[in-house]
Nanobody, 115 residues
């Protein structure tokens, strides 16, 4: 069973930074895409950013220029560097990985942006 473990969330002031990590229990090259989603209270889960097998990246308009997704192949880990954080970035952030046969979710990590 594939496991994804997120870490790095927390409380940060507006304008601050956090780096989220998603550690997979198997090679990240087992997946054709790995993405970060977020869900704020009362809202639907939305895609924040993704990185494909070949390295292509994708960002939601709301985070372009502030967030950067990357991966460490040796550590089987995907990162989300979040800069210039805003209160509206407050949400639970989830890692998602898709293979040809299944999709996997992590347990989520809370990010709170508040002064």
């Amino acid at each position: 069973q594939v496991q994804l473990v997120e870490s790095g969330g927390g409380l940060v002031q507006p304008g601050g930074s956090l780096r989220l990590s998603c550690a997979a229990s198997t090679s990240i090259f087992s997946f054709f895409v790995v993405g970060w989603y977020r869900q704020a209270p009362g809202k639907q889960r939305e895609l924040v950013s993704s990185i494909a097998y070949g390295g292509n990246t994708n960002y939601a308009d709301s985070v372009k220029g502030r967030f950067t997704i990357s991966r460490d192949n040796a550590e089987n880990t995907v990162y989300l560097q979040m800069n210039s954080l805003k209160p509206e970035d407050t949400a639970v952030y989830y890692c998602n990985a898709k293979s040809l046969s299944a999709a996997y979710w992590g347990q989520g990590t809370q990010v709170t942006v508040s002064s």
